[in-house]
């Protein structure tokens, strides 16, 4: 069984920095595939970004590219979203996700993932 954990979440005032963590528990060996989503009630689920931990490829969505990062934590089972420059329509909860990718080409913010984090909530205000 693997489990997610989002935590960094908070408020923060547009134009200002973020950093989310997501670390994973359980058999999550073959997972080699780990990114974020996030949700609102208005936009509904979007995906944000996504790293292939075997390799150092990574994918982002068009609303994030040049503000958002996406890296290995300090431990091997942590993926961190460094976000910057936000802005009032960042605010979401954002999801830490993982799943096996049989390959980078097929981690990106178009896969399905099949583990999901409970959420951590960014409002930008």
């Known amino acids: 069984h693997v489990q997610l954990v989002e935590s960094g979440g908070g408020l923060v005032q547009p134009g200002g920095s973020l950093t989310l963590s997501c670390s994973t528990s359980g058999d999550s060996s073959q997972n080699d595939c780990m990114g974020w989503f996030r949700q609102t009630p208005g936009k509904g689920r979007e995906p944000v970004a996504t790293?292939?931990?075997?390799?150092?490829?990574?994918v982002y969505a068009d609303p994030v590219k040049g503000r958002f990062t996406i890296s290995r934590g300090k431990s091997n089972n942590t993926v961190n979203l460094e976000m910057s420059n936000l802005t009032p329509e960042d605010t979401a909860m954002y999801y830490c996700?993982?799943?096996?990718?049989?390959?980078?080409?097929?981690?990106?913010?178009?896969?399905?993932?099949?583990?999901w984090g409970q959420g951590t909530q960014v409002t930008v205000s």
């Open positions: 790293l292939y931990l075997g390799g150092t490829r990574t």
């Open positions: 996700v993982a799943k096996m990718s049989y390959g980078p080409l097929f981690c990106t913010v178009q896969a399905r993932f099949q583990y």
